[in-house]
């Protein structure tokens, strides 16, 4: 079967699946797919469909295709963004989750919190994650008047403070101190120590805690909300377009405007290729740590631009007066055939018909 035909089988299974399933439950139910789970994993098959990755011939037919998808999400209109970007993981029902783990994750505090919170902090996010988050006027930290490099962390878009602990970041009421010789400080004595001067905040409820009492606090993983689902016809939207048109616009300023968040709308004005841009970052940064960014870099195919490198932050302080120097911790290597993975010899052997993907023979 050709990709095109698996994806039509796929998108058959999801409208069958839409048709059969009720659009909510009631509480003993809680957490099975709904309609809209459905229709919400056709609107991401279909997008990633569209993308360059697997449609290199840009057929506009594949992101009008997208796009109408995610528009069916939208029209049910029982889904609504979330009042707390902060907290729309830590909820067992909101508006805004699509289709959720019912579990909760209780090892997500014992993997991730700081050393000095009695946690492992195996997910230490870049500078590059950091950078990637606008100033409260809408511009990067380098195009804009309100950056201090004496205090990167300050006018930043606020979703910054609620995914990544940086230096003197509050928690449970303490500053965190990644600085050289803090608490916390990079490369501290031990593995658990940061390498980027940098931890996670998103995903962690701070109403948990793992010392000196232990209490789990809420993670329910989210597979699907509304958020992408608004960024997903975004994106679709836009590639089918000549340039943006007013429905573009509103999908991404919906997920900026949201309460606890109220960043500016995007500038009108912008082209097809500028409002790319802009919603491949709004993506990274709203959907950061929610499994979303390994596929948006291969099906995008930036992966060459994007992973060459890795940076971290040193942060030392000379009495009351503080020094930040953005330093490179990896040089890595990537080439565009890993956008895609090899089919395994083994299922090569047993079909002689499967061709093997390119750059793997």
Not at 32 to 44: C, D, H, I, N, Q
Not at 84 to 90: A, G, I, P, Y
Not at 129 to 154: C, I
Not at 318 to 323: I, K, L, R, T, V
Request: aromatic share 10%.
């Amino acid at each position: 079967a050709t990709a095109d035909e698996i994806i039509g089988f796929i998108v058959e299974d999801c409208d069958r699946a839409a048709s059969l399933l009720p659009e909510e439950y009631s509480s003993k139910d809680l957490g099975r797919a709904t309609a809209g789970a459905a229709l919400a994993l056709k609107s991401r098959m279909l997008l990633y469909a569209a993308s360059p990755l697997h449609n290199p011939d840009n057929d506009h037919q594949k992101w009008e295709r997208a796009a109408k998808a995610a528009q069916d999400v939208i029209s049910m209109g029982i889904y609504q963004l979330h009042g707390s970007f902060k907290d729309v993981l830590h909820t067992r029902q909101s508006p805004e989750i699509i289709f959720q783990h019912t579990a909760n994750y209780e090892d997500q505090l014992r993997n991730n919190l700081m050393p000095s919170q009695g946690g492992f902090s195996i997910v230490q996010p870049t500078q590059e994650l950091v950078d990637a988050f606008e100033m409260t006027d809408g511009k990067l930290y380098n195009e804009s008047d309100l950056y201090d490099p004496q205090q990167p962390y300050a006018n930043r878009d606020p979703r910054l403070a609620m995914t990544v602990v940086y230096n003197l970041h509050p928690w449970r009421g303490f500053p965190i101190e990644t600085f050289e010789g803090g608490l916390d400080g990079l490369n501290g004595s031990g593995d658990n120590y940061t390498r980027t001067g940098y931890y996670l905040a998103k995903t962690l409820d701070e109403n948990g805690s793992l010392t000196p009492i232990w209490r789990p606090g809420s993670h329910f993983f989210v597979y699907i909300r509304y958020a992408e689902i608004l960024l997903n016809y975004a994106e679709a939207k836009n590639e089918s377009l000549e340039s943006p048109d007013p429905s573009v616009y509103d999908a991404v300023n919906q997920v900026r405007a949201r309460t606890g968040v109220n960043m500016p709308p995007l500038p009108a004005g912008l082209n097809k290729a500028d409002m790319r841009a802009r919603i491949h970052n709004e993506r990274r940064v709203e959907l950061a740590f929610e499994s979303h960014r390994f596929w948006d870099i291969r099906r995008w195919r930036i992966g060459e631009q994007v992973l060459k490198s890795v940076q971290g932050m040193r942060i030392t302080r000379a009495g009351s007066e503080w020094n930040y120097e953005r330093f490179p911790l990896e040089n890595r290597y990537y080439k565009n055939t890993y956008d895609l993975f090899p089919i395994p010899q083994s299922e090569i052997n047993r079909n002689n018909k499967l061709v093997q993907n390119p750059g793997y023979n």
